[in-house]
């Protein structure tokens, strides 16, 4: 079984909606990440939470909220989607250790298309 | 803030040595990393270099100068397999160790 893992993993919706993706992990990672790519670009950070308590905004959370259920899992909601948003979504864990350590371990992101 | 600069797209033949180049500027360098990632799929760590030098593994190596802000991976015997974008990341202390990524080299690997 994955070690992170996302829902749904593709979703299409229309401009005004709200949705909610979904991210769970066994690896026991405390620190937890969104990033959204779009074509061509590299990740751009949305969220991240170091543990169950402590939430923290990313270089683009405009237009995002998450939130931290337990330690395993993190989900990140568009309140009101627009076009803009369409993207591709990963979440990605670390253990929060110095060095190598830090390493993020992404799932297998979730596909989302605003009409 | 950080600027990472990679090429954005590069071409090599299977069997072949490939160099893909990442330059960088901040002003709290705290590690730097490469991640593979095939098209459509979650991004896979390859490499991690924070002391100047090369880390070999196996037919990839990673290499870092922190005073000339430069990274490079180098992919040996190249394998139609390695067709993917390869992304490189820093890790800065003054934006509380996260990672900005550079917006990846894809890579294409020809017969």
């Known amino acids: 079984d994955a070690d992170v893992t996302q829902t749904p993993r593709n979703r299409i919706t229309k401009t005004g909606k709200r949705i909610m993706l979904e991210c769970s992990q066994t690896k026991g990672h405390d620190r937890m990440y969104w990033y959204r790519q779009d074509p061509g670009l590299g990740l751009q950070l949305i969220y991240y939470s170091f543990d169950v308590k402590d939430i923290n905004k990313g270089e683009i959370s405009d237009g995002y909220s998450v939130s931290r259920q337990a330690q395993a899992k993190f989900s990140l909601s568009l309140e009101s989607a627009i076009p803009n948003q369409t993207a591709l979504y990963f979440c990605?864990?670390?253990?929060?250790?110095?060095?190598?350590?830090?390493?993020?371990?992404f799932g297998p992101g979730t596909r989302l298309l605003v009409l | 803030g950080q600027n990472i600069d990679q090429p954005t797209e590069m071409t090599a033949t299977e069997g072949a040595i490939v160099q893909i180049n990442c330059t960088y500027q901040?002003?709290?360098?705290?590690?730097l990393f490469w991640y593979q990632q095939h098209a459509g799929e979650a991004p896979t760590f390859l490499s991690y270099n924070v002391l100047d030098g090369l880390e070999e593994k196996g037919r990839f190596s990673s290499f870092l100068s922190r005073s000339k802000g430069y990274s490079y991976l180098l992919l040996k015997e190249l394998q139609m397999k390695d067709s993917a974008s390869y992304l490189c990341?820093?890790?800065?202390?003054?934006?509380?160790?996260?990672?900005?990524f550079g917006g990846g080299t894809r890579l294409m690997v020809k017969p």
């Open positions: 990341a820093v890790r800065e202390k003054n934006a509380g160790n996260m990672l900005t």
């Open positions: 990605a864990t670390s253990e929060g250790l110095a060095g190598v350590g830090e390493t993020q371990y």
């Open positions: 901040t002003s709290g360098f705290n590690g």
